[in-house]
């Protein structure tokens, strides 16, 4: 069953019945200021960190679901009813919800009135801007009565949900014509406030929660609203909140706009205060006077659609398979931009309180992006970066708000360093731009300490040769890539975390196969470097201890039909035929068939076999197989999971590229294919009801095929399946690679494909690229033709003249 359907001409999801499986969200804002929205208006604002500075309040696991937000409420005579059907879910004549390209179109009509709502955080502007229009298409006068209402979050989200003893005395505000200003604490400590303001004179206005809801009432019923009459409250503590009060009245065939503006502020010491506690409102009256009316708001929504039109026309195929089309050209892409905004912080499964950006994660993440805006991906590596360790480990997370890592989430990640290399040499491959090979990069924040950037990449490398176990093959630490995969924590008691807690830390001897295939993939990448970089006596030595580690894994990870997964604490075999539950894994198999690791012996293809036998399934390919049915306290969480949930056996759709990039290596396009579709949101569309998370993301989970409810997905939005589905289908599927020198074409797709275009910017040039396949085959370049000429290679070279180049490949 769907509930809307895509609109790819407008790159937008159109919801058509707002009683979806689950809220559909979207996010505003790519910069600073950010919102999520559901399609029923639900959901919250924050400036760059989702707990530091949280501007308006959400309450998590509500029942029901996604209640709280940012809501209109329209008294049209006794009926009473929002746009987005919620809060007040009175019976809507018409429902629509666009989520589009960091905006959200919230549409309802009851009664001959529509309500259309357009929210969006205009480019460079601390502020999310609600376009609120209102028509008449009724025969008679309308008299309206609009209450807008949002809650403010006193700032720092994770006090403001507990701290209640202090918090309800401290809230303040303040009113000055149709703007309420939101200034909790502003007095000492904060230099920042918020505020949320109309363009059109009010008749009044609520900033207290209690009397504005009353004290018996919900967010469907606000006692104000059913009296239709405001209260002109000033909080004082308790719940401030920001309500507008506006009477409007509509002739038949009449329309009328209102700008909200919901903006945040921060001044300097001397700068902030007008008079004795009056706060200075410069920067939110300048704000408010860019949006005061519809024109200029159109005006600023336009170049937001403009922005998108460019960042959308970097890479972009012509499959003939709309479905593939819209998740490349659109959807995927643009969620590439909301992991790397957000990592793991803030989704509708993510607080925004417990995670802020991960080491690995945003690491990874820069692979979907780094097409997009280079420099701000070349920002992020010199962050993540500056949070290292002078050995090379890693906090395992930062606070984007003071970008200092913590140990919140625990450390010690053992693939961590790793990833950096990844997230460095994308960069380098997308942009050419060595020098900041040669930045000075701190470790742990202190400058004092800097080395350049590229001796950042030797201590990544070193920290895994450093850290060997008795096999030769990389000691996990407190986990690897699998988070719950806790080979030291053997824990009992219910109130530790499997994240932070080590019981067993010396004589470990756990070892990770998935971190020893990762360091040869990227431990090839590093040599690689050093050789362009003339290191040659450097490259020599890398390439000798990654030679050693393809030694050991030959030796000591292959189980006769695949990958082992890990040694435990020990020394005893993981992921193995041996073992009775877990025989086997998909990261370990992934990560060593993407190394090619045995590939001429007939060990990937095996391997590859042995991933479709046991562990494909309807919904994708599920993590491991048996899945854990008890507790095995040398495991850890992964074993604490139901079997077919998340880590244990959910079809964990981060790692399913790990496969199809593995399955390409060896050639096999039907199946890189097949499992493309298995996991990819918009070929699930027709099965909303099931899947329930939204048709138009990657879900980090769907449930397995030993889960009570196969096929049902959680997780969705941030999530590193963005970032690597995108990488497989658009580097190793349709194979178009940037690399040093060039782009490089090398696809490799089924057999029965006809051919596809795509055209790639890269590097100021532009390349159309056409790939035909004449001969049924599925991987293998027999010709190569650029701007009419036979060329040899396969790697397309950069013109460095900005033109348009025409490309032709030959599949064969
Ligand atoms: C989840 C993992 C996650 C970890 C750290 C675990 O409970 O299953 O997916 O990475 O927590 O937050
Ligand atoms: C989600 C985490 O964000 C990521 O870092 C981890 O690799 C996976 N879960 C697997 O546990």
């Avoid at 409420?73 to 929002?82: A, M, P, V």
């Avoid at 003339?534 to 020599?540: Q, T």
């Avoid at 910017?761 to 650029?786: A, L, M």
Wanted: net charge negative.
């Amino acid at each position: 069953m769907k509930f809307g359907h895509f609109d790819d001409q407008k790159r937008e999801y159109v919801i058509t019945n707002p009683r979806t499986p689950w809220p559909w969200i979207n996010y505003l804002g790519n910069e600073d200021f950010f919102s999520l929205i559901s399609n029923t208006g639900g959901g919250y604002s924050f400036y760059k960190d989702a707990k530091f500075r949280r501007i308006t309040r959400y309450r998590y696991n509500n029942v029901p679901m996604d209640s709280g937000g940012k809501y209109f409420y329209i008294k049209d005579g006794d009926s009473i009813w929002s746009p987005g059907w919620k809060p007040c879910k009175t019976e809507l004549d018409k429902y629509e919800c666009r989520h589009g390209m960091n905006y959200t179109n919230i549409k309802g009509e009851k009664n001959g009135v529509t309500a259309n709502v357009l929210y969006f955080v205009p480019l460079k502007t601390w502020a999310e801007v609600q376009k609120l229009t209102l028509s008449n298409n009724s025969k008679e006068t309308k008299k309206l009565k609009i209450f807008s209402f949002l809650e403010w979050c006193l700032w720092n989200a994770a006090s403001d949900m507990e701290n209640f003893q202090r918090n309800f005395s401290t809230g303040e505000v303040e009113i000055q014509g149709s703007v309420i200003y939101h200034k909790t604490e502003y007095k000492e400590r904060r230099d920042h406030y918020a505020y949320y303001s109309v363009n059109v004179p009010v008749q009044g206005y609520d900033t207290d929660r209690e009397s504005f809801f009353g004290l018996y009432n919900g967010f469907d019923e606000p006692q104000v609203v059913s009296e239709g009459k405001a209260h002109n409250t000033e909080a004082h503590g308790w719940s401030p909140i920001a309500s507008h009060y506006i009477e409007v009245e509509l002739k038949p065939g009449e329309s009328k706009d209102f700008v909200f503006v919901l903006g945040y502020v921060e001044n300097k010491e001397d700068e902030k205060w007008e008079s004795k506690n009056i706060i200075n409102k410069k920067k939110a009256k300048d704000t408010i006077a860019k949006f005061d009316t519809a024109a200029k708001v159109d005006a600023a929504f336009a170049e937001l659609r403009k922005y998108w039109d460019n960042l959308l026309s970097i890479y972009t195929v012509d499959s003939g398979d709309d479905k593939l089309d819209r998740m490349v050209n659109i959807w995927n892409q643009y969620q590439c931009m909301i992991t790397f905004c957000f990592s793991r912080s803030t989704s509708f499964f993510e607080s925004g309180i417990g995670r802020g950006m991960g080491f690995r994660d945003s690491n990874q993440d820069l692979i979907g992006f780094v097409h997009q805006i280079p420099e701000r991906a070349r920002e992020r590596i010199i962050d993540i970066a500056s949070t290292q360790f002078p050995d090379g480990g890693c906090y395992h997370q930062y606070q984007p708000l003071n970008k200092r890592g913590n140990n919140d989430i625990g450390g010690g990640f053992n693939d961590d360093p790793l990833w950096l290399i990844l997230g460095t040499v994308s960069y380098l491959k997308e942009t050419g731009d060595f020098a900041i090979l040669n930045e000075m990069v701190p470790f742990d924040n202190d400058m004092s300490v800097a080395r350049s950037l590229f001796d950042h990449l030797t201590v990544s490398f070193d920290h895994v040769a450093n850290n060997l176990g008795p096999h030769g093959l990389p000691l996990i630490g407190r986990a690897d890539w699998n988070d719950c995969l806790n080979l030291n924590c053997f824990s009992n008691d219910p109130n530790e975390s499997f994240q932070t807690t080590e019981n067993k830390t010396e004589g470990t001897k756990a070892e990770s196969l998935m971190i020893a295939g990762l360091f040869v993939v990227y431990g090839r990448d590093y040599a690689d470097l050093c050789k362009r970089l003339c290191k040659n006596d450097e490259a020599a030595r890398a390439q000798k201890l990654v030679s050693a580690m393809e030694v050991a894994i030959k030796k000591h990870g292959w189980d006769g039909e695949w990958f082992i997964r890990a040694y435990d604490y020990y020394g005893r075999k993981i992921g193995s035929n041996e073992n009775e539950e877990a025989k086997i894994f998909i990261e370990s198999n992934g990560w060593c068939t993407m190394a090619g690791i045995g590939k001429e012996e007939g060990l990937c293809t095996k391997a590859l076999d042995a991933v479709k036998e046991r562990l494909d399934c309807k919904y994708g390919i599920v993590l491991n197989n048996p899945a854990f049915t008890k507790y095995y306290i040398e495991y850890g969480e992964i074993s604490s999971y139901p079997p077919g949930y998340k880590e244990n056996a959910g079809v964990f759709c981060h790692n399913n590229p790990w496969i199809m990039i593995g399955e390409t290596v060896v050639g096999n396009g039907e199946r890189a294919w097949d499992y493309y579709r298995k996991i990819c949101p918009s070929y699930l569309e027709d099965i909303s009801d099931l899947h329930k998370t939204e048709p138009y993301v990657y879900s980090q989970m769907v449930a397995g095929k030993d889960a009570f409810k196969p096929g049902e997905a959680k997780n969705s939005w941030l999530t590193g399946t963005a970032s690597w589905n995108f990488y497989a289908i658009s580097q190793y599927i349709l194979g178009i690679r940037p690399d040093y020198d060039g782009l490089l074409i090398d696809p490799c797709i089924p057999g029965s494909w006809k051919g596809f275009k795509a055209t790639r910017k890269f590097r100021g040039d532009t390349y159309h690229i056409e790939v035909v396949n004449p001969h049924g085959k599925s991987k293998g370049v027999s010709e190569v033709e650029v701007d009419g000429k036979h060329q040899k290679s396969n790697i397309i070279p950069v013109f460095g003249d900005g033109k348009e180049h025409r490309v032709k490949i030959v599949i064969g």
